[in-house]
């Protein structure tokens, strides 16, 4: 919350013991109280690294401009800070006047002000202090790991569902199910997980006709619900919607043909802007074509008269007409 | 034309700290350089680029765990709260986080003031989010870092406007309540500029309803128009130079204040007097190799003779920013010395 949002964090760890002999300590191994503090150096580094801090402040003191401003120019690239080495080579060559020898190869250009440090960490000494034993050492958080991990493998397993690759999938959903005891599954990214897996084992596990399916009107709320909480739908229907607005633009009499009407959740919005319509609404003719209900009753109907309602409170001239399709026995 | 009022002398800082020490703050030292303007603005998006920030964490780490919480809305102050946990499990619940700390034993709470001469660093920056978390376990208790309002965008008296506020919000959160008498218990620490305002809010808290039972001043960015002796002694060699302590009183001082001014000098000619006030305990921490020392011991001399109590605590061979890597017996020393500051006689 607030500007303390991470974009993302990884983790590093080491040991900086003095009290280890030399041998055991890996010569790649990087120094862990720089970890905690955002800063990646190698323990064998740190002689050289010092070394480029020097020249870097020699190098500002001789500038003949002031420093701030050189580094202003559009022209300028800044590397990644937690990689202290490549930041410093990266300002030396911007402020010393002959080209350095070593250039880095990738450029991390200016990221969001408000991306976090690369380094989740904690220090501990042990308590109380012995001065010499320091084991500061960077902690994964084990969840975000899972988290990332469930999403990779839900994206693989749709791919499959789509294929039609049940083995892989099945393989896979028994991975994600095991996966998710370990994780949070009230809230969060384990939440969303737990209800994509378990779609995606219905989907998979499910005969074609399932013995229980819902039933329309719950079939009619759950619709309602998907409706308003994913933007695709409603998107799709508003940029109809305006593709509508714009061909009736002038007309007093428009009449539209919904080849499936399904819950007509498209048609209140377009209601009410022909309602707004600058110059007034025109009379607007609505058929709608749909299936006939399974249980007797007349969808089409009660749609009908629903937005007929909704038209009549927004002072829209409405006429509905309800067709069944081609073939169908009413 | 190089500048020949600065002085560099690597050899001498890389001789008295840890190497990784000297990198740490030497690489602050340079970076900060290049964000300050010779027209005294800051290059503010570089600097929040550069500065190396952590997320909070609601599951327990070495059995601390942190969360962000909006304090202020207009202001968008925020800070960020470390508690203790026994447990392993992400903190997550609501309720949990509304209950007292203890009905029985006192817990401190520690309103953390993060240093940055007024204008660096924040709340979440990794070297202050390590040293939060530090004094959660070693003090047992909870610590609020407060982002408070930074110069040169926000000038005097913003950051203190925020400390204040953080305080009251602090009093008046009943989840930060302990001991049998089910109060708040309430120090106020930070180092460099954090120092500065920890003062200037205890000295706003004086007369109020808002309690502070201790004062914690880690290296206290103070100072005044006149060049002291540690001043000039000291100038640029051990990562800091008065040029720069300059820079940023101005950028955080009103226009047309000066270095006298009682933000920056306290005890100065145009100081408050603290006689017979009440005011909070203070320790402070001053660096032998820091060279605006003889402002803190006169910051000292200053609580001593309004006859407050105050201990401090002068550290010979530590420069500026010793307790940001515990690579040092300094760093241990002063960890102790806050932890018996904020401890209870039960």
Same mark, same amino acid.
Not at chain 1, 99 to 106: A, G, I
Not at chain 1, 147 to 166: F, K, N, P, W, Y
Not at chain 1, 288 to 311: N, Q, T, V, Y
Not at chain 2, 69 to 97: C, F, N
């Given at each position: 919350?607030?500007?303390?949002?991470?974009?993302?964090?990884?983790?590093?760890?080491?040991?900086?013991?003095?009290?280890?002999?030399?041998?055991?300590?890996?010569?790649?191994?990087?120094?862990?109280?720089?970890?905690?503090?955002?800063?990646?150096?190698?323990?064998?580094?740190?002689?050289?690294?010092?070394?480029?801090?020097? !020249?870097?402040?020699?190098?500002?003191?001789?500038?003949?401009?002031?420093?701030?401003?050189?580094?202003?120019? =559009?022209?300028?690239?800044?590397?990644?800070?937690?990689?202290?080495?490549?930041?410093?080579?990266?300002?030396?060559?911007? /402020?010393?006047?002959?080209?350095? =020898?070593? &250039?880095?190869?990738?450029?991390?250009? &200016?990221?969001?002000? &408000?991306?976090?440090?690369?380094?989740?960490?904690?220090?501990?000494?042990?308590?109380?202090?012995?001065?010499? %034993?320091?084991?500061?050492?960077?902690?994964?958080?084990?969840?975000?790991?899972?988290?990332?991990? /469930?999403?990779?493998?839900?994206?693989?397993?749709?791919?499959?569902?789509?294929?039609?690759?049940?083995?892989?999938?099945?393989?896979?959903?028994?991975?994600? %199910?095991?996966?998710?005891?370990?994780?949070?599954?009230?809230?969060?990214?384990?939440?969303?997980?737990?209800?994509?897996?378990?779609?995606?084992?219905?989907?998979?596990?499910?005969?074609?006709?399932?013995?229980?399916?819902?039933?329309?009107?719950?079939?009619?709320?759950?619709? !309602? !619900?998907?409706?308003?909480?994913?933007?695709?739908?409603?998107?799709?229907?508003?940029? +109809?919607?305006?593709?509508?607005?714009?061909?009736?633009?002038?007309? +007093?009499?428009? !009449?539209?043909?919904?080849?499936?009407?399904?819950?007509?959740?498209?048609?209140?919005?377009?209601?009410? +802007?022909?309602?707004?319509?600058?110059?007034?609404?025109? /009379?607007?003719?609505?058929?709608?074509?749909?299936?006939?209900?399974?249980?007797?009753?007349?969808?089409?109907?009660?749609?009908?008269?629903?937005?007929?309602? /909704?038209?009549?409170?927004?002072?829209?001239?409405?006429?509905?007409?309800?067709?069944?399709?081609?073939?169908?026995?009413? | 034309?190089?500048?020949?009022?600065?002085?560099?002398?690597?050899?001498?800082?890389?001789?008295?700290?840890?190497?990784?020490?000297?990198?740490?703050?030497? *690489?602050?030292?340079?970076?900060?350089?290049?964000?300050?303007?010779?027209?005294?603005?800051?290059?503010?998006?570089?600097?929040?680029?550069?500065?190396?920030?952590?997320?909070?964490?609601?599951?327990?780490?070495?059995?601390?765990?942190?969360?962000?919480?909006?304090?202020?809305?207009?202001?968008?102050?925020?800070?960020?709260?470390?508690?203790?946990?026994?447990?392993?499990?992400?903190?997550?619940?609501?309720?949990?986080?509304?209950?007292?700390?203890?009905?029985?034993?006192?817990?401190?709470?520690?309103?953390?003031?993060?240093?940055?001469?007024?204008?660096?660093?924040?709340?979440?920056?990794?070297?202050?989010?390590?040293?939060?978390?530090?004094?959660?376990?070693?003090?047992?208790?909870?610590?609020?870092?407060? *982002?408070?309002?930074?110069?040169?965008?926000?000038?005097?008296?913003?950051?203190?406007?925020?400390?204040?506020?953080?305080?009251?919000?602090?009093? $008046?959160?009943?989840?930060?309540?302990?001991?049998?008498?089910?109060?708040?218990?309430?120090?106020?620490?930070?180092?460099?500029? #954090?120092?500065?305002?920890?003062?200037?809010?205890?000295?706003?808290?004086?007369?109020?309803?808002?309690?502070?039972?201790?004062?914690?001043?880690?290296?206290?960015?103070?100072?005044?128009?006149?060049?002291?002796?540690?001043?000039?002694?000291?100038? #640029?060699?051990?990562?800091?130079?008065?040029?720069?302590?300059?820079?940023?009183?101005? $950028?955080?001082?009103?226009?047309?204040?000066?270095?006298?001014?009682?933000?920056?000098?306290?005890?100065?000619?145009? #100081?408050?007097?603290?006689?017979?006030?009440?005011?909070?305990?203070?320790?402070?921490?001053?660096?032998?190799?820091?060279?605006?020392?003889?402002?803190?011991?006169?910051?000292?001399?200053?609580?001593?003779?309004?006859?407050?109590?105050?201990?401090?605590?002068?550290?010979?061979?530590?420069?500026?920013?010793?307790?940001?890597?515990?690579?040092?017996?300094?760093?241990?020393?002063?960890?102790?010395?806050?932890?018996?500051?904020?401890?209870?006689?039960?």
């Amino acid at each position: 919350m607030g500007p303390f949002d991470s974009v993302g964090s990884c983790s590093s760890s080491s040991s900086s013991d003095p009290e280890k002999s030399t041998t055991s300590v890996k010569k790649s191994e990087i120094d862990g109280q720089l970890a905690g503090a955002g800063y990646k150096v190698r323990l064998s580094d740190l002689r050289q690294v010092a070394k480029k801090l020097e !020249h870097l402040e020699n190098a500002m003191m001789n500038a003949t401009d002031d420093v701030s401003e050189s580094l202003e120019s =559009s022209d300028t690239v800044h590397y990644n800070p937690t990689n202290m080495a490549s930041w410093l080579d990266s300002m030396l060559s911007e /402020l010393t006047p002959l080209p350095s =020898s070593d &250039f880095p190869q990738t450029p991390d250009l &200016f990221p969001d002000p &408000f991306a976090t440090a690369t380094a989740t960490a904690t220090a501990t000494a042990t308590w109380p202090p012995m001065t010499q %034993q320091l084991v500061p050492y960077a902690v994964v958080d084990e969840e975000e790991d899972s988290g990332i991990r /469930l999403v990779h493998l839900l994206m693989t397993c749709a791919e499959s569902v789509q294929i039609g690759d049940a083995n892989l999938a099945g393989s896979l959903i028994r991975e994600m %199910q095991r996966m998710l005891t370990q994780v949070n599954t009230s809230c969060g990214i384990g939440k969303v997980a737990g209800y994509f897996v378990d779609a995606l084992s219905c989907r998979l596990f499910s005969p074609q006709t399932a013995a229980v399916s819902p039933g329309t009107a719950e079939s009619e709320i759950l619709y !309602h !619900h998907f409706y308003e909480a994913c933007p695709y739908l409603k998107f799709a229907h508003f940029t +109809a919607n305006q593709a509508i607005l714009e061909a009736f633009a002038g007309h +007093a009499t428009v !009449h539209v043909i919904d080849f499936s009407l399904m819950h007509g959740l498209q048609w209140p919005a377009l209601i009410q +802007a022909l309602a707004l319509r600058p110059g007034g609404p025109p /009379l607007l003719r609505l058929t709608g074509i749909g299936p006939p209900s399974p249980d007797g009753r007349d969808a089409l109907r009660e749609i009908g008269l629903r937005l007929a309602e /909704l038209a009549w409170s927004a002072n829209v001239p409405f006429a509905f007409r309800g067709s069944p399709p081609r073939g169908s026995t009413t | 034309m190089a500048r020949s009022d600065e002085v560099a002398n690597p050899s001498e800082s890389k001789r008295v700290v840890p190497l990784n020490t000297y990198v740490l703050i030497s *690489n602050f030292k340079l970076s900060y350089k290049l964000l300050r303007r010779r027209d005294g603005t800051f290059n503010r998006h570089l600097a929040e680029f550069l500065d190396r920030k952590v997320p909070s964490n609601i599951k327990p780490v070495d059995g601390v765990f942190s969360f962000d919480v909006l304090i202020d809305r207009p202001t968008s102050l925020v800070a960020r709260i470390y508690k203790p946990s026994q447990s392993d499990e992400a903190q997550y619940s609501v309720i949990k986080h509304e209950e007292p700390l203890s009905s029985t034993d006192v817990v401190p709470v520690i309103i953390f003031f993060h240093g940055g001469s007024f204008v660096h660093s924040s709340a979440n920056t990794g070297i202050y989010d390590m040293l939060c978390r530090r004094f959660v376990s070693i003090c047992k208790a909870v610590v609020v870092s407060v *982002n408070y309002r930074r110069a040169p965008e926000h000038q005097y008296p913003c950051a203190y406007d925020d400390g204040w506020t953080a305080l009251k919000w602090v009093h $008046a959160s009943p989840w930060l309540r302990s001991g049998k008498d089910l109060k708040v218990h309430v120090y106020l620490a930070g180092d460099s500029s #954090g120092g500065n305002i920890v003062h200037n809010v205890a000295v706003r808290a004086m007369d109020s309803e808002y309690k502070v039972v201790g004062n914690i001043l880690l290296n206290p960015m103070f100072g005044g128009i006149e060049r002291t002796e540690s001043e000039r002694r000291l100038d #640029g060699k051990y990562f800091v130079t008065v040029q720069d302590r300059d820079w940023y009183w101005r $950028a955080f001082l009103p226009e047309g204040a000066d270095r006298d001014h009682p933000a920056c000098n306290p005890f100065g000619p145009e #100081g408050v007097s603290l006689k017979d006030k009440e005011f909070p305990k203070s320790l402070v921490v001053v660096s032998g190799f820091d060279l605006i020392q003889d402002w803190q011991l006169n910051y000292v001399e200053g609580l001593k003779k309004a006859g407050q109590e105050v201990k401090l605590l002068y550290l010979e061979q530590a420069t500026i920013g010793f307790y940001l890597l515990p690579n040092n017996n300094h760093f241990y020393t002063v960890m102790d010395e806050i932890r018996n500051f904020v401890s209870y006689d039960l």
